[in-house]
């Protein structure tokens, strides 16, 4: 079944830890996103590509970085970890600019 | 720019109805509708492109008013399994990421 999967699912790291958040689908969508969300809020776009070797930055992004070298795969990347990350960050495709997106399970980051 | 939503939060008995409204300060290309119950992922309702049209989705609708660069999630005789928080997701022009609201938390009671 076409999917989006993201990993982990939860994860606690120490202040200072460089973190990659892994995100893949399935389904051949050329366009991807990340989105930050804290419990309750809105989302915050992160960052997105639309295409491999294609990646823009969002609102948030000064932060994290992301890479697109296979169309499947969109990871992010956290240089250095701080408890202002701790966040859910949820990632997202789309099959087209007309389409609605779906959406990972998410991962719930905790900074310590 | 942030689309704004309204209300923040609504809650309902079983049977009832309800709209939750999506509006812009800036001209609209798209609006999207997605749910997202406690603890997971926001889920996909629907998409309503510049034209002022109107969709459905079972007893959920939408309507799009390009001209008021807004929009409108009816729900009708809700059930249990409408609660969650709806997110409106906007598009100003054809080629830019969603940027969504803050949520409107909508509560079904029996």
């Known amino acids: 079944e076409a999917d989006i999967y993201q990993t982990p699912r939860y994860l606690v790291i120490g202040t200072g830890k460089k973190i990659t958040l892994e995100c893949s689908q399935t389904?051949?969508?050329?366009?991807m996103y990340w989105y930050q969300q804290d419990p309750g809020m809105e989302l915050h776009l992160i960052h997105y590509?639309?295409?491999?070797?294609?990646?823009e930055k969002g609102d948030l992004s000064s932060e994290s970085t992301v890479s697109r070298i296979r169309t499947e795969h969109f990871p992010l990347t956290l240089e250095s970890a701080r408890p202002s990350h701790t966040s859910q960050y949820l990632c997202?495709?789309?099959?087209?600019?007309?389409?609605?997106?779906?959406f990972g399970s998410g991962t719930r980051l905790t900074v310590v | 720019q942030q689309p704004v939503q309204s209300p923040q939060a609504v809650i309902l008995r079983e049977g009832e109805d309800a709209v939750i409204n999506c509006s812009s300060s800036?001209?609209?290309?798209?609006v999207h509708w997605y749910r997202q119950k406690h603890g997971e992922a926001p889920v996909f309702l629907m998409i309503?492109?510049?034209?002022?049209e109107q969709k459905g989705h079972d007893k959920i609708s939408a309507s799009f008013n390009e001209k008021k660069q807004q929009s409108s999630l009816y729900l009708t005789a809700s059930q249990l399994s409408y609660s969650g928080t709806y997110f409106c997701?906007?598009?100003?022009?054809?080629?830019?990421?969603?940027?969504f609201g803050k949520g409107t938390r909508l509560s079904v009671i029996a």
């Open positions: 997202a495709s789309s099959e087209y600019h007309q389409s609605g997106y779906t």
């Open positions: 389904m051949g969508h050329d366009k």
């Open positions: 590509s639309y295409g491999v070797n294609s990646t």
């Open positions: 800036k001209a609209l290309y798209s």
């Open positions: 309503l492109l510049k034209g002022g």
């Open positions: 997701g906007t598009e100003h022009s054809g080629n830019t990421p969603l940027v």
